[in-house]
């Protein structure tokens, strides 16, 4: 997802609500496998606070950092980058139609999809965070999961703030979401059955803070693309 690619005009019709309960912070590291023994590396960071949540996206190579605050109280994406020593950025309202996935990430905790689970009785801490086995299957993918029940943040959620843009592709949000995953997860692994490539992803920098200034946009040039 670059700058210069987004341009979105929206409008939020739904009443939002308070979609989790977790305060603070993490890094998702996203690798994918390929057959050819090559991998791609990805790192998205996530800020939660009370009133916003920002996704920072750090990009590969000489593209900037693209950072998304989701503001849900007034409607609002607003994505902040620097380029050249100038601090752009836009102001997006929302919808489902240029965010995909934002059903998702708009739900209160703990009132996704009731499916019955595929659990284990395996267990294990994974930064010190006691976290349980479960898999998830469908055509194209078998996963296993460990999930940490006691962050009340479904990992559905953390997945979404990810499916912003006009036809985004969401279907591996729709996975997780069909597998009736609750809690957050803190490993996955997904073997594909096509010949794709395999994801394996885990957080690192679980805190319960959120650094001063994350939500902050004052010192850049905004274009308000609200009103197009």
């Not at 993490?26 to 606070?49: H, P």
């Not at 969401?170 to 490539?197: D, P, R, W, Y």
Request: aromatic fraction near 10%; include cysteine; glycine fraction near 8%.
């Amino acid at each position: 997802m670059k700058p210069c690619y987004i341009v979105f005009v929206i409008l939020l019709s739904s009443t939002v609500v308070n979609a989790q309960n977790f305060t603070g912070s993490f890094d998702l590291i996203v690798s994918q496998l390929y057959k050819n023994g090559k991998e791609s590396v990805d790192t998205l960071s996530y800020y939660f606070g009370t009133e916003k949540t920002a996704l920072v996206i750090h990009a590969r190579g000489n593209q900037p950092d693209l950072r998304l605050v989701f503001h849900e109280a007034d409607s609002t994406i607003t994505g902040l980058y620097e380029q050249q020593g100038k601090k752009g950025g836009y102001i997006l309202p929302m919808n489902k139609k240029y965010w995909p996935a934002m059903q998702y990430a708009l739900t209160d905790y703990g009132t996704g999809p009731r499916t019955e689970l595929t659990t284990t009785t395996s267990q294990k801490k994974i930064n010190d965070t006691l976290c349980t086995e479960m898999g998830c299957d469908n055509e194209a993918y078998s996963g296993t999961l460990w999930v940490a029940d006691e962050i009340e943040l479904s990992f559905v959620q953390v997945l979404a703030y990810q499916g912003v843009g006009a036809g985004e592709d969401i279907s591996h949000i729709e996975m997780i979401a069909n597998c009736g995953v609750q809690g957050f997860v803190m490993q996955m692994t997904l073997k594909s059955k096509l010949g794709k490539a395999d994801v394996v992803l885990h957080v690192e920098n679980l805190r319960d803070t959120v650094p001063k200034g994350i939500f902050d946009r004052s010192e850049h040039q905004l274009s308000d693309l609200r009103k197009q």
